[in-house]
C-alpha cells in the first residue's frame, strides 16, 4: 500500500538592501531604487519593479529615501516562491535643475542725464522651470553710461524669490540693449 498526503509549501521571505541613483529636481518625489536581495535560494535571480520616494521633492544632499512597493518578476514562476516587504530605505542626492532666463528688452529712452533703464518682461522666458512650481524674478537694468546712442548696452540684474528658487541653476540673461535719445531744449 502506498500512502499519500498533502502539505502546503510557503513563500521565502527575502530581505532586500535599497540603492538608490542620484537624480536632477524634476519636481516631484520619485526615486529609482534598485534592491538587492538577501535569501534567495542557489542560483536563483528574481526581476523587480520598485516605487520610492524621496522624504521631498526639494534639492539636497543625502536625502532619505523610502521604498513603498515591491512586484518580484521572473517569468519563468519563481516570483510565487518569495515574499518581500516594502519599507526599506536609503539615501541619494537631488540635484539643481537648469533654468535660464531670457526675453527681457529694455525701453528706448529720452536722456535725463542717468544710466536707469526701464526694463520690460513681457516676453520673458524662463525655459526649464516645471510648472506649479513658485519662482519669481524681479530685474533692474543700466544703461551703459547716462549718453545719447543707439544700441546701447543695458545691464542686467535679477533679484530672484519663490519657494522653489533654490531647486534651481539660473542661468541669466545679462544684457539687452536700448536707444538714449537727445532731449529736445526749448530756447527762449
Avoid at 528688452?105 to 529720452?110: D, R, V
Avoid at 520673458?124 to 548696452?153: E, P
Avoid at 540684474?157 to 545679462?174: K, L
Wanted: hydrophobic residues 30%; negative net charge.
Amino acid at each position: 500500500d502506498q500512502a499519500s498526503t498533502t502539505a502546503d509549501i510557503s513563500a521565502k521571505a527575502l530581505t532586500a538592501t535599497a540603492s538608490t541613483a542620484n537624480k536632477t529636481y524634476d519636481g516631484t518625489t520619485t526615486a529609482t531604487t534598485t534592491l538587492t536581495f538577501s535569501g534567495l535560494v542557489g542560483s536563483e535571480t528574481l526581476g523587480q519593479t520598485v516605487g520610492s520616494t524621496f522624504n521631498n521633492k526639494n534639492v539636497g544632499t543625502g536625502k532619505s529615501v523610502t521604498v513603498n512597493s515591491i512586484t518580484l518578476a521572473d517569468g519563468t514562476g519563481l516570483a510565487a516562491n518569495y515574499s518581500i516587504s516594502p519599507g526599506q530605505t536609503t539615501t541619494a542626492d537631488v540635484t539643481a535643475k537648469s533654468l535660464t532666463v531670457s526675453g527681457i528688452t529694455a525701453s528706448n529712452k529720452t536722456y535725463d542725464g542717468n544710466t536707469t533703464a526701464t526694463l520690460d518682461v513681457l516676453s520673458i522666458s524662463y525655459n526649464g522651470l516645471i510648472a506649479g512650481d513658485v519662482f519669481n524674478g524681479t530685474y533692474t537694468g543700466a544703461f551703459s553710461d547716462k549718453n545719447v546712442g543707439t544700441g546701447k548696452t543695458v545691464t542686467i540684474t535679477p533679484s530672484y524669490t519663490g519657494a522653489d528658487v533654490s531647486n534651481y541653476s539660473v542661468t541669466d540673461q545679462t544684457t539687452t540693449t536700448g536707444n538714449i535719445t537727445a532731449k529736445a531744449l526749448t530756447v527762449s
